[in-house]
């Protein structure tokens, strides 16, 4: 779990997080290069997943991200 004040990339500082599942957290964020607001999603898959199912989810993780940015 990330906590306030955090900053990661030397980008996004966050704020708070907003909520929790399976899959990991989301986070409200600010941009720091673009001084905006952001949503921040942390991938935390469960331990002991094989390889194949943890790129899977990457995979998803990813087309998700791709799909929210546009």
Known sequence: MLTPGT???N?????SQL???G???VYRAW???LSVPTALKEMTPQ???DS????????QFRQEATVLAV
Do not use: C
Request: proline residues 4%; glycine residues 18%; hydrophobic residues 35%.
């Open 31 to 33: 941009d720091m290069r």
């Open 23 to 25: 899959m990991g957290a």
């Open 47 to 49: 331990p002991g997943l």
């Open 11 to 15: 980008r996004y500082r966050i704020v």
């Open 7 to 9: 900053v990661l990339q």
């Open 52 to 59: 194949q199912t943890l790129g899977q989810l990457r995979d």
């Open 19 to 21: 909520g929790q599942g």
